[in-house]
């Protein structure tokens, strides 16, 4: 299978990168990890050969590049934003352009909650090591345990349960679905204990997750050698002390 994407994140963390790997995934359509077939100062020159170009360059990774087509060469970055290019350019758009929206904007959600993830484990700085900001990582997991990650899940539980079926529009997948099935995998890895005593209460989010698990092209991707496991360098990190439920 020809892969008409060059997909330029770090080599060795899921990360947001994964995001637009799953929905790659589940699309169908093949690419090239460009950073893992090469390495990371592959992905720092390219990004520093495109912040000479004429073309506006990505400020970060992950960036999707199109390799072939009227629009070869084309670069785009965040994550909700090449989502959005993707469900335009394969026809997985509603055709509403509100009902659209309204899923960039779930999107856009996932991308919060992502960030506060992130800095449960840096909320000093992520310029500095964990060890460094381990007693305000613990203040921070407690209130992220405690009423971010319910305030988000509630949310995406009530948008849930807008139609019959178990994605957000119903019985067909979107790019907010396969995001939101990478968000609940990363929150059992890094609060295994929290999110085992609230599950159950969401259970609409618990039925979308598994029905991305068994959609084809997901299915396949998370059955081989390119899902690499999370780690403690990624977004979602498992410090035993900042889990409880």
């Known amino acids: 299978m020809s892969a008409p994407y060059d997909l330029w994140y770090w080599p060795s963390i899921q990360g947001r990168g ?42 970060a990774p992950p960036y999707l590049v199109v390799r072939e087509g009227d629009d070869e060469g084309f670069a785009i970055a965040q994550v909700a934003h090449i989502l959005a290019f993707l469900t335009d350019r394969h026809d ?6 509100k009902t659209d929206l309204h899923l960039i904007q779930l999107q856009l959600t ?19 090591y964990y060890e460094d900001q381990k007693d305000a990582a613990k203040r921070a997991a407690e209130a992220f345990r405690e009423e971010r990650v319910t305030k988000y899940f509630d949310h995406f539980e009530t948008a849930l349960g807008k139609r019959d079926g178990p994605y957000v529009l119903g019985n067909e997948w979107s790019h907010f679905d396969t995001s939101l099935f990478q968000l609940v995998e990363g929150l059992r890895y890094a ?54 439920a």
């Open 18 to 59: 994964e995001f637009v790997r799953l929905y790659l995934a589940a699309l169908g359509v093949a690419w090239r990890d460009r950073a893992r077939t090469g390495d990371a100062q592959d992905l720092v020159e390219d990004m520093e050969a495109r912040e000479q170009g004429d073309d506006f360059a990505p400020y």
């Open 92 to 97: 997985r758009g509603t055709g509403d352009l």
């Open 110 to 128: 996932i991308t919060d909650i992502v960030a506060e993830v992130h800095d449960v484990h840096h909320p000093v700085s992520g310029g500095l």
């Open 191 to 244: 609060f295994p204990q929290r999110m085992a005593a609230i599950e159950s209460a969401y259970p609409r989010i618990v039925a979308c997750r598994d029905a991305v698990a068994e959609i084809e092209g997901v299915t396949r991707y998370l059955d081989s050698d390119e899902r690499i496991a999370f780690n403690e360098d990624g977004i979602f990190r498992h410090y035993p002390e900042l889990d409880a």
